[in-house]
């Protein structure tokens, strides 16, 4: 696979502080029953790396010390980390909401079928991909037949009130097929809800329109393809600084399947340390930064780790884990 990350470390992208922390994004590892086109954690059923009881423990007392009003779940398919259940039921214990970023297919797979049911009970806000509602452009990106289970896993959704009770909320995502920005996610959410309830008698909440980063399995698509700069070119030219303020980053940290902090999902899929700057990159100073080691810290006002993928974030409506910024 070709690497995007030597060409992105120069940056002119303006630079950014930390606000309130009031997110945790936790990634419990790289095992996923799909392999995605468009993945930027590179997850597939071979992956081995997942989250240990261990670091899970220190989640939890990081959730906890922090006061930390959200965790979001994401891998990877987090569902299929053994400490999935616990990690959940501890943290509504604890009153923290927690989203689980589900990719649906994983909800019929052997072994998991009472995974929607469990989600319903503990009241788990579901974030699930949906890339397009026809079903070529969805098997061409996720893989033939992931249509047809995706619609299988959001019927069973409903099935157990997602979508329909309004204490469960099941919000989908969009992302491009190709190197386009995505449309409008106010003209795009009535145009899904039309479709899926149509063909498919399908209930959903809100629609995530999210651009695609040019980092890691569709970073390597665009240099494959001859296409890395011209994406680039069109990220820059439709940087919007009115999504400075929104930016996820501010908000979330991000932490990895060993526990190391990072300020957002794409930053630890680059492996790039939480609050790191360019130059400690270019001088090989970089470390990784457990999350154990920022309980006594407060990140308000800290830097944010930037590279040219940000424009990512800021391109159009911009972007984020919760849709577009404006
Ligand atoms: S389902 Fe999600 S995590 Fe799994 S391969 Fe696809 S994009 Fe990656
Ligand atoms: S990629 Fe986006 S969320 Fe991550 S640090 Fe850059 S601007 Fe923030």
Redesign the pocket.
């Known amino acids: 696979m070709k690497n995007t990350f030597d060409l992105l470390i120069e940056t002119d992208f303006p630079k950014?502080k930390r606000a309130q922390l009031e997110t945790l994004q936790v990634n419990l590892g790289y095992l996923c029953n799909q392999q995605c086109l468009h993945c930027h954690v590179d997850a597939s059923p071979r992956r081995k790396e997942i989250m240990s009881a261990e670091t899970v423990s220190d989640v939890l007392g990081f959730l906890k010390r922090k006061n930390i009003e959200t965790l979001d779940l994401t891998g990877g398919a987090p569902e299929m980390n053994p400490e999935f259940c616990s990690l959940v039921k501890q943290a509504t214990d604890m009153g923290v909401h927690v989203i689980d970023r589900c990719n649906l297919t994983v909800l019929l797979e052997k072994g998991y079928e009472d995974t929607a049911s469990f989600l319903a009970e503990n009241k788990v806000e579901v974030v699930a991909s949906m890339p397009c509602y026809l079903e070529d452009n969805v098997d061409a990106q996720r893989g033939k037949g992931v249509f047809d289970s995706s619609i299988e896993g959001l019927k069973l959704l409903n099935q157990n009130g997602y979508g329909i009770d309004e204490q469960l909320q099941l919000n989908l995502v969009y992302n491009p097929q190709g190197i386009n920005l995505p449309p409008s996610q106010n003209v795009l959410e009535p145009a899904y809800k039309k479709e899926l309830k149509q063909r498919f008698g399908i209930a959903f909440n809100n629609l995530y329109t999210i651009t695609n980063m040019p980092i890691k399995r569709f970073g390597s698509t665009l240099l494959s393809k001859g296409l890395f700069d011209e994406y680039m070119q069109l990220l820059k030219s439709s940087y919007s600084k009115e999504n400075l303020a929104g930016?996820?980053?501010r908000t979330t940290l991000s932490v990895d399947w060993q526990g190391y902090a990072y300020?957002?999902d794409?930053?630890q899929m680059l492996v790039l340390p939480a609050g790191l700057a360019v130059a400690e990159l270019s001088s090989g100073a970089a470390k990784q930064i457990h999350i154990n080691d920022l309980l006594q810290r407060d990140l308000k006002g800290g830097d944010?780790?930037?590279m040219d993928?940000?424009y990512?974030?800021?391109a159009g409506n911009g972007s984020?884990c919760g849709g577009a910024l404006i």
């Open positions: 950014i930016l996820m980053c300020d957002c794409f930053n944010i780790a930037i993928h940000c990512g974030c800021t984020s």
